[in-house]
């Protein structure tokens, strides 16, 4: 039997981009750590069940999302085409305890980098928006 998706009322993310100026200061290395990082947490948080033993392709591929939507180059596209991000989580069960865990892990890696303060705004606010689109179960 096929579960029913939920839809967010709140609907896909609006507004703008994030500032081109967060990827200039943060660099692609910097990303690719901060999604290290996350998944360091993940790995020992209660969303771990929803994710594959090796977490190095994983985070290979948020990171390649990250630089891509802080206006680095398109890796995401290149190599996985069009984002699609809610399709692709749609064989995962993700309710708002998993998003709130999920958002969690990533203010913590957040933490721990060095990033100016508007910037690490603007990402926290893209994080929570973004996240909330990928709720697909009450």
């Given at each position: ?112 980098f060095e990033i100016k303060e508007n910037h ?19």
């Open positions: 039997m096929e579960r029913e998706i939920y839809i967010p009322e709140s609907g896909p993310p609006q507004g703008p981009p994030l500032s081109k100026e967060i990827f200039l200061e943060m660099g692609e290395e910097k990303i690719r750590l901060i999604c290290d990082k996350f998944y360091e947490n993940v790995k020992v948080s209660e969303i771990i069940s929803m994710y594959p033993e090796d977490l190095n392709f994983s985070a290979e591929k948020l990171a390649d999302f990250l630089i891509q939507v802080m206006g680095g180059p398109s890796y995401f596209i290149k190599k996985h085409g069009p984002p699609r991000m809610r399709a692709r989580h749609f064989p995962f069960i993700i309710d708002e305890k998993a998003r709130r865990v999920w958002l969690s892990c990533f203010k913590k890696a957040l933490s721990e690490k705004s603007e990402i926290w606010n893209f994080l929570e928006t973004f996240s909330a689109w990928m709720v697909n179960s009450k």
